[in-house]
């Protein structure tokens, strides 16, 4: 059974860091890509990164890219999302999201990802 489980998710003020985790349990982690996802109230779930299984490699959106760092330790079963500078409309629930196929190919389509943790809040507020 897959499962995956988000955490490190919290307040944090402008200009803040904070890591997020994400432990997979139920699969081996070394052959899926994992996507790291955000949905603000009100709005469509949006694909931040993505960690490719097949190279190694990785991709962000543009609104991210030099503030946010994807990572992965497989023999841990964890992928972390690192976010520094954080802004205001950072703000949202977090998700990662597993695909056995193991590119980042279309990444930020939900439609892509065929497993999901439950979420973490990150707040960027003063």
Do not use: H
């Amino acid at each position: 059974q897959v499962q995956l489980v988000e955490s490190g998710g919290g307040l944090v003020q402008p200009g803040g860091s904070l890591r997020l985790s994400c432990v997979a349990s139920g699969f081996t982690l070394d052959y899926y890509a994992i996507g790291w996802f955000r949905q603000a109230p009100g709005k469509e779930r949006e694909g931040v990164s993505c960690s490719s299984s097949s190279d190694g490699s990785t991709y962000y959106v543009d609104s991210v890219k030099g503030r946010f760092t994807i990572s992965r330790d497989n023999a841990k079963s964890t992928v972390y999302l690192q976010m520094d500078s954080l802004k205001p409309e950072d703000t949202a629930v977090y998700y990662c999201a597993a695909d056995l196929l193991g590119l980042c190919k279309d990444y930020v389509l939900p439609a892509k990802w065929g497993s999901w943790g439950q979420g973490t809040q990150v707040t960027v507020s003063s």
